[in-house]
């Protein structure tokens, strides 16, 4: 399915008949007619079962040919179920499925042209780290020391400074005197 990263496809409703040799030649068509839409790395055929395991090198080669050779033919009119197959449960199979996902993704970011050689790199003479938590029960410690985590953005917001520093002991931020009406006002009211 969509959402697991498999690259294998299961190719069923193979016919036996046509071919002479039990694996050679299927698995040569099968090849050929998969191989249109990308990298094909491996092809396991299983002659006795009458389906194949088409694995591609990348994702987006598989969903091509899963999309364009459903209910298609090869050579001799077989019509094609092409599903996406199934994670082999076998814990070798999974790691070596983990390390050509590696694999892969090195071999992309190489074919794009960048390095993944660690580049040294040198810190300016006068930057200096800002001190770090390493848990959260840190920075809720330093929270209540009065250092708060985040900074103090009050000098970027002068609008919002100034309304704190007018606003009364009531959390108003109206001027002294319509406070005062406004108290006198609800006092007689």
Do not use: C
């Not at 109206?174 to 406070?179: D, E, G, I």
């Amino acid at each position: 399915s969509f959402n697991t990263p498999s690259r294998t496809l299961y190719v069923g409703k193979l016919q036996r008949t046509p071919y002479a040799d039990q694996h050679g030649e299927l698995k040569a068509v099968i090849d050929r007619h998969f191989s249109e839409f990308g990298e094909v790395e491996n092809i396991s055929l299983i002659w006795e079962k009458s389906i194949a395991f088409v694995r591609y090198r990348f994702r987006t080669h598989a969903e091509l040919a899963k999309e364009a050779l459903l209910n298609q033919q090869l050579d001799h009119d077989e019509i094609l179920d092409v599903r996406w197959a199934f994670d082999d449960p076998n814990p070798v199979a999974k790691e070596a499925a983990a390390r050509s996902n590696a694999d892969a993704v090195l071999a992309a970011i190489q074919a794009a042209g960048h390095s993944t050689k660690s580049a040294a790199f040198a810190l300016p003479a006068d930057y200096e780290a800002p001190a770090s938590s390493s848990s959260a029960a840190g920075a809720i410690e330093d929270s209540a020391a009065g250092d708060l985590a985040y900074p103090n953005t009050d000098a970027q917001f002068p609008m919002a400074t100034a309304k704190q520093a007018g606003a009364g002991a009531d959390g108003s931020a109206q001027p002294p005197a319509k406070r005062a009406k406004r108290d006198g006002a609800t006092a007689s009211s």
